[in-house]
């Protein structure tokens, strides 16, 4: 599929064959992470022009046609204008050439916006699951909007900070292959948890340890919710056929009542209400013999599929048993995967392979 030019509207009379221009909108631990590699990828000799001429975040933006030094981005946005001034679509396009919108916020105004960008010509490259992940309407739009523009959209970043998930499901149906079910520990942060949680010391010690590696969301409680899960195994369910709805997940929450309910700077001092409840799941377990994993599963019966996301207690020999750290691991069953599934692990979470595998999609698209 060629790239197409921005719309006629928009487009410069002169564009730039070969140039590749990158607004990223978002400057966090991922985008952060992003910007530092951007920067060094100018020590590379890749072949390409790639020029960052915009960045901003939800308090300020910055912009420059002619091209903004990666390592200076941060710096410039606390004495740049209001975000909302600036369209990063102005930038993109004064030079002409390939346009790509990087999205690494955790905004739904934003992801609203994706399928405008990709209307424009302007490709989307993204971390967010909030475009593919929510409400079925958005992910028609988009892929719609994809199809008709010839715009790409790029989401490697959204299940497994970059694994091979989506590039596999999407192979397996292009060759043929109908997938039956797929199950995994899609979560990072809660990988991390339940591998590192040994039912003796506090399960709140652990979130903390989580939430300051960078593993856990901004507001933790959207992974232990299974919230985060479901969307990725929206995204997940979509890629393989299935055209879900958000309710046709069913979630178990592991956040109480109580907690829920607390504004997002009070929670600190209550995680420990985390404690008793899981002490008594990792001591069921652990007289089984079994392992705690937080699993979201896929399954095709009688024509019906069911979607689930929630802890489980697995046998130590349970492929989804296994594992360490944050890394994820998903098994597919397919029409040639019927008997014994295929099983991708690795790394699932953390800002700078979710920086990488942004970067490798915008890589992916200028070479395109």
Same mark, same amino acid.
């Given at each position: 599929?060629?790239?197409?030019?921005?719309?006629?509207?928009?487009?410069?009379?002169?564009?730039?064959?070969?140039?590749? @221009?990158? %607004?990223?909108? &978002?400057?966090?631990?991922?985008?952060? =992470?992003? +910007?530092?590699? #951007?920067?060094? *990828? /100018? !020590?590379?000799?890749?072949?390409?022009?790639?020029?960052?001429?915009?960045?901003?975040?939800?308090?300020?933006?910055?912009?420059?046609?002619?091209?903004?030094?990666?390592?200076?981005?941060?710096?410039?946005?606390?004495?740049?204008?209001?975000?909302?001034?600036?369209?990063?679509?102005?930038?993109?396009?004064?030079?002409?050439?390939?346009?790509?919108?990087?999205?690494?916020?955790?905004?739904?105004?934003?992801?609203?916006?994706?399928?405008?960008?990709?209307?424009?010509?302007?490709?989307?490259?993204?971390?967010?699951?909030?475009?593919?992940?929510?409400?079925?309407?958005?992910?028609?739009?988009?892929?719609?909007?994809?199809?008709? @523009?010839? %715009?790409?959209? &790029?989401?490697?970043?959204?299940?497994? =900070?970059? +694994?091979?998930? #989506?590039?596999? *499901? /999407? !192979?397996?149906?292009?060759?043929?292959?109908?997938?039956?079910?797929?199950?995994?520990?899609?979560?990072?942060?809660?990988?991390?948890?339940?591998?590192?949680?040994?039912?003796?010391?506090?399960?709140?010690?652990?979130?903390?340890?989580?939430?300051?590696?960078?593993?856990?969301?901004?507001?933790?409680?959207?992974?232990?919710?299974?919230?985060?899960?479901?969307?990725?195994?929206?995204?997940?369910?979509?890629?393989?056929?299935?055209?879900?709805?958000?309710?046709?997940?069913?979630?178990?929450?592991?956040?109480?009542?109580?907690?829920?309910?607390?504004?997002?700077?009070?929670?600190?001092?209550?995680?420990?209400?985390?404690?008793?409840?899981?002490?008594?799941?990792?001591?069921?377990?652990?007289?089984?013999?079994?392992?705690?994993?937080?699993?979201?599963?896929?399954?095709?019966?009688?024509?019906?599929?069911?979607?689930?996301?929630?802890?489980?207690?697995?046998?130590?020999?349970?492929?989804?048993?296994?594992?360490?750290?944050?890394?994820?691991?998903?098994?597919?069953?397919?029409?040639?995967?019927?008997?014994?599934?295929?099983?991708?692990?690795?790394?699932?979470?953390?800002?700078?392979?979710?920086?990488?595998?942004?970067?490798?999609?915008?890589?992916?698209?200028?070479?395109?």
């Amino acid at each position: 599929m060629r790239a197409q030019s921005p719309s006629r509207a928009t487009a410069p009379t002169q564009a730039r064959a070969g140039a590749v @221009s990158v %607004a990223l909108l &978002g400057v966090g631990t991922v985008g952060h =992470a992003f +910007l530092q590699r #951007l920067h060094h *990828l /100018r !020590a590379v000799d890749t072949g390409l022009q790639i020029r960052l001429v915009h960045v901003s975040n939800s308090r300020a933006a910055v912009s420059d046609p002619e091209g903004l030094q990666a390592g200076e981005a941060r710096r410039l946005l606390t004495s740049a204008g209001d975000p909302h001034s600036a369209d990063p679509a102005t930038a993109l396009h004064a030079r002409g050439g390939t346009a790509i919108v990087v999205d690494a916020t955790a905004s739904d105004a934003v992801a609203r916006r994706h399928s405008r960008w990709l209307a424009r010509g302007v490709h989307v490259v993204t971390a967010s699951k909030l475009g593919r992940g929510d409400a079925l309407a958005r992910w028609r739009e988009i892929e719609q909007t994809r199809r008709h @523009s010839g %715009a790409h959209y &790029g989401d490697s970043a959204t299940v497994g =900070a970059g +694994l091979p998930l #989506l590039r596999s *499901l /999407r !192979a397996l149906r292009e060759g043929g292959d109908g997938i039956s079910s797929l199950a995994g520990v899609m979560s990072g942060s809660l990988a991390w948890l339940f591998d590192s949680y040994d039912g003796l010391r506090p399960f709140s010690g652990f979130l903390r340890q989580a939430h300051a590696a960078g593993y856990t969301e901004p507001d933790p409680r959207e992974d232990l919710s299974g919230e985060d899960v479901r969307r990725k195994l929206l995204i997940l369910a979509r890629a393989s056929g299935f055209a879900l709805e958000a309710g046709d997940v069913e979630v178990e929450s592991l956040v109480p009542p109580s907690l829920a309910a607390l504004p997002r700077v009070d929670l600190d001092g209550h995680w420990s209400e985390l404690d008793v409840p899981m002490r008594e799941r990792y001591a069921q377990a652990y007289r089984r013999g079994e392992r705690l994993r937080h699993v979201a599963r896929l399954q095709v019966v009688n024509g019906r599929v069911r979607a689930k996301v929630g802890l489980e207690s697995l046998p130590a020999e349970d492929p989804l048993a296994n594992g360490c750290g944050t890394d994820n691991r998903v098994a597919i069953w397919s029409d040639r995967y019927a008997v014994q599934p295929l099983v991708i692990q690795g790394p699932g979470a953390g800002a700078d392979v979710t920086a990488a595998a942004l970067l490798d999609d915008v890589l992916a698209i200028a070479r395109h």
